[in-house]
């Protein structure tokens, strides 16, 4: 399959805007599932706010968040797709700067010491473009998501030492989750990175924290620490907007990778309550769009 790379950047166009407006159903889900589990009073007043927000967001195609976030296109390439790599990157930077441009969106990417705005989304090195390759054959997926300075500002990295285990893992995230608070604008999800280089580290993190809810660490050993932290952060009474309650996060999701004997990285970071994503799927019979 040959990709047409002006599809492409009228695609990624598409995607940010898709991204800032559709909440995905897992995350819609996702609320249901808290608000009927939630005990506290305030913290399921505030859920139903967030819940109501949602819905008024896409009943009147306006956007779930002011924030756009720092734009991420994450790019799967199966088995027989031809493209060019350098002008397919450069279709996604035109797309993203498209979507800015021809639609009301804030831009939030500014210079990091200048502080200017080109009022495009983009930037030096922005949007981050992640490229991957996949057995899937004759499909290319591009993944769009939006991450808000809310969630990325709570970011972590620990070089924990190996021989302290897997409890400094669980005490490293449950002391995370407590010095974010309220400032992720909680339920979140909570993306765990373990193993790896302490780059590799922090983008399993991000990977982890933008998964779709009930999906599964395919490592059996991430997918129980998984489970165990999932149940724990909720016993914190962090609660929505970490004003009080059970609903403090989503879940908890982990990726882990391979690392050095004297070493055991361990990253976190979070994705907010509106945790939003869209997706472009590119196949030899057309193109189509999803969460």
Not at 18 to 42: H, M, S, W, Y
Not at 49 to 61: G, L, S, Y
Not at 175 to 183: E, I, M, R, S, T
Not at 186 to 192: D, E, M, R, S
């Amino acid at each position: 399959m040959k990709v047409d790379l002006k599809q492409v950047e009228e695609a990624c166009k598409e995607l940010y805007i898709r991204a800032l407006k559709l909440l995905p159903p897992d995350i819609k889900q996702g609320f249901e599932r808290l608000d009927r589990n939630e005990t506290d009073a305030t913290g399921k007043a505030i859920l139903g706010t967030m819940i109501r927000n949602i819905r008024v967001a896409e009943d009147t195609n306006n956007l779930l968040c002011q924030d756009t976030g720092i734009p991420i296109y994450n790019i799967s390439i199966g088995a027989g797709v031809e493209v060019d790599g350098y002008q397919l990157k450069q279709a996604i930077v035109r797309g993203c700067e498209r979507a800015t441009r021809e639609h009301p969106l804030r831009s939030s990417v500014v210079h990091p010491t200048t502080r200017k705005n080109e009022h495009t989304s983009c930037g030096r090195a922005v949007p981050v473009i992640n490229i991957d390759f996949v057995p899937d054959a004759g499909v290319l997926s591009i993944e769009m998501i939006p991450k808000g300075s809310g969630s990325e500002n709570n970011s972590w990295l620990k070089m924990a030492v190996p021989a302290d285990g897997i409890d400094a893992i669980k005490t490293f995230v449950i002391d995370c989750v407590l010095d974010a608070g309220g400032k992720t604008c909680p339920p979140t999800i909570v993306g765990v990175g373990v193993g790896g280089t302490a780059d590799l580290c922090v983008h399993l993190s991000k990977v982890a924290a933008t998964r779709p809810l009930g999906t599964h660490c395919d490592d059996p050993e991430g997918a129980k620490l998984e489970a165990e932290l999932s149940s724990a952060v909720n016993q914190l009474g962090v609660g929505p907007q970490g004003l009080g309650g059970d609903s403090t996060s989503f879940a908890v999701h982990v990726e882990t990778a391979a690392t050095h004997i004297t070493m055991n990285p361990v990253a976190v970071n979070m994705q907010c309550h509106s945790a939003r994503r869209a997706r472009a799927t590119f196949t030899a019979q057309g193109l189509t769009y999803g969460f």
